[in-house]
Nanobody
Framework: QVQLAESGGGLVQSGGSLRLSCSAS???????????WVWYRQTPGTERRLVAA???????NYVDSVKGRFTISRDNDKKMVYLQMNFLKSEDTAVYYC?????????WGQGTQVTVSS
């Protein structure tokens, strides 16, 4: 059974940094490497929106608002995906979710709250 678990969220002042982690269980390292991984975020009353993605080839993509501040990475051997967030802004406040997708299959974590105080 595949389970994703995010951690690393919390309260941080504007300009600060956080590193979110997503641990994957139920995958072996090879299977994990065949999934594309995405970090999303959601605020109350809004849709979940893509923040950063990393493909099976290691190609990364970011929403414009976080380019140059956030970095997504993956460690297939450790079955971990990370989101390094620097120079945080109040508008980055949201619940952050990691997801793993391949063909028609998508797995989601339960989310971790990030709150940036101005």
């Amino acid at each position: 059974q595949v389970q994703l678990a995010e951690s690393g969220g919390g309260l941080v002042q504007s300009g600060g940094s956080l590193r979110l982690s997503c641990s994957a269980s139920g995958f072996d390292s090879y299977t994990m490497s065949t999934y594309n991984w995405v970090w999303y975020r959601q605020t109350p009353g809004t849709e979940r929106r893509l923040v950063a993605a990393i493909t099976t080839y290691g190609t990364t993509n970011y929403v414009d608002s976080v380019k140059g501040r956030f970095t997504i990475s993956r460690d297939n051997d450790k079955k971990m995906v990370y989101l390094q967030m620097n120079f945080l802004k109040s508008e980055d406040t949201a619940v952050y979710y990691c997801s793993a997708g391949r063909r028609a299959t998508t797995f989601w974590g339960q989310g971790t709250q990030v709150t940036v105080s101005s």
